[in-house]
């Protein structure tokens, strides 16, 4: 599978979309943010940096502060695959990002949501 697409694809030009996503569930913006802080090590002013510069997820995650070591703990399907058994390493964080913006839409709590 050819995931160029996915690794050019600018961030700033999805997360609206999650944003759309989870406020139609009747969830928040700062949910959102929450989740995306605690996935990454990002905080707000790196996030609006990420969205004025329109950073690929390629570098989003690369440069990340802190990937969180308890996203290994998410499974399950997203856009039709195991998350688990993604290889590309990118590809599965952004699946991994996916998923939890779904869990957020599907009204689970933030604190399953995150792992704790």
Request: hydrophobic share 35%; net charge neutral.
């Amino acid at each position: 599978m050819d995931n160029t697409r996915i690794y050019r694809m600018s961030f700033a030009g999805v997360y609206p979309h999650y944003i759309q996503k989870a406020e139609k569930k009747g969830r928040t913006k700062e949910e959102v943010n929450e989740i995306i802080f605690w996935l990454t090590g990002y905080n707000t002013q790196d996030l609006q940096q990420i969205i004025a510069d329109k950073t690929d997820f390629e570098h989003f995650f690369s440069q990340a502060p802190h990937f969180n070591t308890n996203a290994t703990k998410i499974t399950g399907v997203i856009c039709g695959y195991r998350i688990e058994d993604i290889e590309d390493p990118l590809v599965q964080k952004v699946r991994y990002l996916d998923k939890l913006i779904d869990e957020l839409a599907k009204g689970k709590s933030m604190e399953k949501i995150l792992r704790k």
